[in-house]
């Protein structure tokens, strides 16, 4: 394959004209193939090997009809991502040359001209290596080979030696793994396990000094804020350095005289802005923004700046006991305010193909809807920037679950590679005002304590107060230290819901997950019954409309009854609790498959109607009705 030039941005440059850091894009060029076998096939980059196999005709598309069982023998193979790219005198002249993974999913080793560069095993860190002493002149080979996640998480979970509850994994590896559990199986997706280079990488240039990380925390006073900003450096000063920061129109200069000779120093420095323009959700008032810029600038100009947009904005997250039980109430500006909205799943089982613009349209629609929470599910992913920035802009509150659906195999080696991840997604994140909470897991503690796992799995013994306390820890103890360590003002709770629905405890108390009108037959009713202090998930089902399922589903197979269609549904119920609520709301059975799919709309409809004038009418003691499944 043709190799690309990348390094044509730096031609002719010294390092005195090219001081300023410069990010080359390493995206083109990729070719793969199935590790053991001769021929390649081009890549794309982002991208997952099920998207790469799909494009070059390698296989049928895993959406239409019954082809996800096909592919599902990708997961257990090894795969090869190589491209070749050209070294510059200029390239090589830089006295810093970083290679930046943002995303590799998820077993991968890495090579530059067969040297082995380092080893991955999480698809949320961002990886990056030192490569200014391994680039040769010329030409250069750039190779990813990716191990099946089965295989890996097998042996992992011999190392472990409990097998951990794994009830939508038939594999059992999942809890072992850092990567979306919904790729595992879920009640609402097929199973499909991918590998690939995920998200963008790039060759990082530098000379001297950058900024690697920009942490920002607000005090805010009667008319004014004060931005406490820390900005960790990297690279060595020499002392003539100066650093550069602006907030709005204020703005401050600060010599780094003090840190000569010292290597990746951090600086504190603080910038008081007009409080007066705050950030509000949706239907609250406007979401104000600034822009805060830091810049390092040495004796020949600039070498390294990073901006960030911030919404001037206090959140809370009352937890106080009171005369129902214990609270759980955001607090906005002082506001206690009521969240409508949603929980997300990720847009596309092959995330790289979503793209930024389909989780944008997804805030669009939640702002239409006048929504002004989602909670980011915890068997997804932490989604793309473009998302974040586009809740700031609608005023959509972000509440972030940690990615930990299955209980996690938390030995040192795990803990140690999760301590890196939050520190990479908290530096990424923390800034946008939308970001209202992190939460530990999805029902993990609740699951523990109410479902049944000891049995079901043989959890007894040793092994069950091994895993019990280790649930504790990982939750209560080490996640919430590692938050604080890189962000204290977002609250964090351990997990999510705080008590099992179903008894009188998790109505009085924190936030619950309600699903008695799916999971136990209850009527729509029962909705006015069980209204928890923060109702974080609850919903119905229905199905899409005939036109969509057109463009999935064979045509002789679009019909009530058919055996595709069993096979779509993905819940242990089946359709019987929809068949259920049809009959009991609307007296009706629905004889064709129009019939059905619109029945199954209304009363899905008539659940919610139902649902959140539950919640809205019993505020105070609710102050969070419809973040609905």
């Not at 793969?32 to 799909?54: M, N, S, Y």
């Not at 920035?389 to 996690?408: E, K, R, Y």
Request: net charge negative.
């Amino acid at each position: 394959m043709r190799p690309v030039l990348v390094a044509l941005v730096l031609m002719g440059c010294t390092p005195v004209l090219c001081a300023q850091e410069v990010l080359i894009p390493m995206n083109e060029g990729w070719q793969f193939k199935q590790f053991g076998q001769e021929r390649f096939f081009p890549a794309e980059v982002p991208g997952v090997v099920h998207t790469d196999l799909l494009r070059n005709g390698l296989i049928p598309d895993p959406y239409l009809g019954d082809n996800v069982d096909s592919v599902q023998w990708i997961e257990n193979a090894d795969w090869v991502y190589q491209r070749t790219f050209f070294a510059t005198e200029s390239m090589l002249a830089q006295e810093h040359l970083d290679l930046v993974f943002e995303g590799l999913d998820t077993f991968a080793e890495v090579y530059l001209n067969d040297s082995l560069l380092g080893i991955t095993d999480n698809m949320f860190r961002i990886w990056k290596w030192a490569i200014d002493g391994a680039l040769e002149p010329g030409f250069n080979e750039l190779k990813v080979i990716f191990r099946s996640p089965i295989r890996m998480g097998a042996a992992l979970r011999d190392v472990f030696g409990i097998q951990l509850p794994h009830d939508s994994d038939p594999s059992g590896v999942a809890p072992y793994i850092r990567k979306a559990a919904f790729q595992f199986g879920w009640d609402f997706c097929p199973r499909l396990v991918t590998s690939g280079i995920w998200k963008d990488l790039s060759l990082r240039a530098w000379n001297g000094i950058r900024i690697q990380d920009l942490r920002i925390e607000q005090e805010h006073g009667r008319d004014s804020v004060v931005l406490h900003v820390k900005a960790k450096l990297s690279g060595c000063a020499t002392g003539s350095e100066r650093i550069r920061l602006s907030a709005g129109e204020r703005n401050m200069e600060l010599r780094l005289n003090d840190h000569a000779g010292q290597c990746d120093p951090t600086l504190v420095m603080e910038l008081a802005v007009d409080g007066s323009k705050l950030w509000w959700t949706n239907g609250q008032g406007p979401r104000n923004m600034i822009e805060v810029r830091a810049e390092v600038v040495g004796a020949s100009g600039p070498l390294s700046g990073v901006s960030k947009r911030i919404g001037l904005r206090t959140i809370e997250l009352d937890q106080r006991t009171d005369s129902i039980g214990k609270a759980f109430t955001f607090v906005v500006n002082g506001v206690p305010t009521f969240m409508k909205g949603c929980n997300l799943v990720p847009p596309d089982m092959f995330l790289p193909r979503a793209g930024d613009s389909a989780w944008v349209h997804l805030v669009g629609e939640m702002r239409a809807a006048n929504m002004n929470m989602v909670r980011v599910w915890a068997g997804g992913i932490y989604p793309p920037d473009a998302f974040y920035a586009a809740c700031d802009t609608a005023g959509i509150l972000v509440w972030q679950d940690l990615m930990f659906a299955s209980i996690p195999a938390a030995d040192s080696l795990f803990v140690q590679n999760v301590r890196a991840e939050v520190r990479d997604q908290v530096a990424r994140i923390h800034h946008h005002p939308s970001l209202a909470l992190w939460c530990g897991n999805n029902e993990l503690q609740v699951a523990w304590a109410n479902w049944g796992w000891q049995e079901r799995y043989g959890i007894h013994g040793a092994d069950s107060i091994h895993v019990g306390g280790m649930l504790t820890d990982f939750f209560e103890w080490e996640l919430a230290k590692q938050l604080g360590q890189y962000d204290n003002t977002t609250p964090y709770t351990p997990t999510s819901a705080l008590s099992n629905w179903g008894n009188a405890k998790g109505l009085r108390n924190g936030d619950l997950h309600y699903w008695g009108v799916w999971h136990a037959d209850s009527a729509f009713s029962a909705y006015a019954n069980n209204v928890g202090r923060f109702m974080s998930e609850y919903g119905f089902q229905s199905y899409p409309d005939s036109l969509t399922l057109a463009r999935y589903v064979p045509a002789e197979e679009l019909r009530l009854g058919s055996a595709h269609f069993a096979r779509m549904q993905r819940s242990y119920r089946g359709n019987k609790p929809i068949l259920d609520a049809i009959k009991r709301e609307f007296g009706t059975e629905p004889k064709t498959l129009g019939e059905f799919i619109f029945d199954s709309q209304k009363v899905q409809a008539l659940a919610y109607e139902q649902a959140i004038a539950a919640h809205w009418h019993a505020k105070p003691h609710v102050w969070a009705p419809s973040c609905g499944s």
